[in-house]
């Protein structure tokens, strides 16, 4: 089994990675704050919640530039922060209400964005790998260079449709970057115990697809791993695969008791390698911050949750007649 690549000395300023650490902290704390709201009965449905996994989606998203295109599964709300989507507006979604994204008729699975180029938020295991593709496609078509996310799990890694859409996007050289978000259970069964090869990326090779594991839990690996994929897509030679190994700290959604694992395990990991308290140890050591300054970005992110929690417990209910809008073909 081929180790996921580590970064070494940090080679960003130190506004960069304060900026990491900010985005990080925000959807943990965002999340945080979604827990709690489906605990008390303002969050209806699935919620599936990306607690451990920030450093996949941050970046992911240094990587990109404005134009770029991402679409995912239904852990999702990470990369709606990620990418510059308002917290209200989420967290008004997340909870029904009509100042939602997608005007609270899509709940948890399904928001969208189009002034941020984000599509999704989609509820069936691996559909949204050859839509992804599509996306990329379209953006052949124009002739630009712009490159396309496509996010999806370990579990979804065993699709058919995902193996479809690896000869299509390796037979019309797409720019497409198919990021596996690798969190080890799927939606509880182990990888041992449902995949054949130890690393995913290398099935990319019967298609002629290159790629590599990353460390999902080291923000810098990924940033760095971004780069080398985005460069190779925008240069016109096709999909690339990043299968970033990464863990969650969460049950799959919030009605899973995750027995399928240990208490211990979850804890070996929250202390070993949990992705903020990494870049929070390469503020310190290096200086670029002092405790002070990094309790006043958390101070000022949980009045950022607490602000859309607020708005979203003041945001109306949409009105019955919602429901025939943004639809296609009226009855």
Same mark, same amino acid.
């Given at each position: 089994m081929a180790a996921p690549k580590k970064s070494n000395k940090p080679n960003v300023s130190a506004e960069e990675l304060k900026s990491y650490y900010g985005d990080m902290l925000l959807i943990r704390r965002f999340e945080e704050k979604a827990g709690q709201l489906y605990g008390m009965g303002l969050i209806g449905g699935f919620c599936h919640l990306y607690i451990g996994q920030e450093a996949v989606v941050v970046g992911l998203e240094a990587a990109a530039k404005e134009g770029d295109k991402r679409i995912t599964t239904y852990r999702d709300h990470g990369h709606m922060l990620a990418c510059g989507m308002d917290p209200k507006g989420v967290m008004a979604e997340l909870t029904g209400r009509e100042d939602g994204y997608s005007k609270g008729k899509g709940g948890s699975m399904h928001m969208f964005s189009k002034e941020k180029d984000f599509y999704g938020g989609h509820g069936i295991v691996g559909a949204n790998v050859p839509l +992804? #593709?599509?996306?990329?496609?379209? @953006?052949?078509?124009? +002739?630009? *260079?712009n490159v396309t996310f496509t996010y999806f799990g370990d579990g979804a890694a065993n699709q058919g449709q995902v193996y479809e859409t690896f000869n299509m996007a390796a037979l019309w050289?797409?720019?497409?970057v198919f990021v596996i978000e690798n969190n080890q259970y799927a939606m509880g069964t182990s990888q041992k115990r449902s995949t054949s090869t130890p690393d995913i990326f290398t099935r990319g090779e019967a298609f002629g697809i290159p790629g590599e594991a990353v460390d999902g839990m080291d923000v810098l690996a990924v940033k760095n791993a971004g780069d080398k994929a985005v460069a190779h897509c925008r240069e016109g030679k096709g999909p690339y695969i990043l299968e970033v190994k990464t863990y969650r700290y969460r049950g799959h959604s919030m009605s899973d008791p995750a027995k399928y694992r240990t208490r211990e395990e979850v804890q070996k990991i929250r202390e070993e390698k949990d992705c903020i308290?990494?870049?929070?140890?390469?503020?310190?050591?290096?200086?670029?911050?002092?405790? @002070? *300054?990094?309790? #006043?970005? @958390?101070?000022?992110?949980?009045s950022v949750v607490n602000d859309s929690a607020e708005f979203a417990k003041e945001s109306a209910e949409p009105d019955v007649a919602e429901l025939w809008t943004d639809i296609y073909v009226e009855a």
């Amino acid at each position: 089994m081929a180790a996921p690549k580590k970064s070494n000395k940090p080679n960003v300023s130190a506004e960069e990675l304060k900026s990491y650490y900010g985005d990080m902290l925000l959807i943990r704390r965002f999340e945080e704050k979604a827990g709690q709201l489906y605990g008390m009965g303002l969050i209806g449905g699935f919620c599936h919640l990306y607690i451990g996994q920030e450093a996949v989606v941050v970046g992911l998203e240094a990587a990109a530039k404005e134009g770029d295109k991402r679409i995912t599964t239904y852990r999702d709300h990470g990369h709606m922060l990620a990418c510059g989507m308002d917290p209200k507006g989420v967290m008004a979604e997340l909870t029904g209400r009509e100042d939602g994204y997608s005007k609270g008729k899509g709940g948890s699975m399904h928001m969208f964005s189009k002034e941020k180029d984000f599509y999704g938020g989609h509820g069936i295991v691996g559909a949204n790998v050859p839509l +992804g #593709a599509g996306l990329a496609f379209a @953006d052949k078509y124009k +002739g630009n *260079d712009n490159v396309t996310f496509t996010y999806f799990g370990d579990g979804a890694a065993n699709q058919g449709q995902v193996y479809e859409t690896f000869n299509m996007a390796a037979l019309w050289s797409l720019p497409v970057v198919f990021v596996i978000e690798n969190n080890q259970y799927a939606m509880g069964t182990s990888q041992k115990r449902s995949t054949s090869t130890p690393d995913i990326f290398t099935r990319g090779e019967a298609f002629g697809i290159p790629g590599e594991a990353v460390d999902g839990m080291d923000v810098l690996a990924v940033k760095n791993a971004g780069d080398k994929a985005v460069a190779h897509c925008r240069e016109g030679k096709g999909p690339y695969i990043l299968e970033v190994k990464t863990y969650r700290y969460r049950g799959h959604s919030m009605s899973d008791p995750a027995k399928y694992r240990t208490r211990e395990e979850v804890q070996k990991i929250r202390e070993e390698k949990d992705c903020i308290e990494h870049v929070r140890d390469l503020l310190l050591q290096g200086k670029h911050a002092s405790e @002070d *300054d990094l309790k #006043a970005i @958390d101070k000022e992110i949980k009045s950022v949750v607490n602000d859309s929690a607020e708005f979203a417990k003041e945001s109306a209910e949409p009105d019955v007649a919602e429901l025939w809008t943004d639809i296609y073909v009226e009855a």
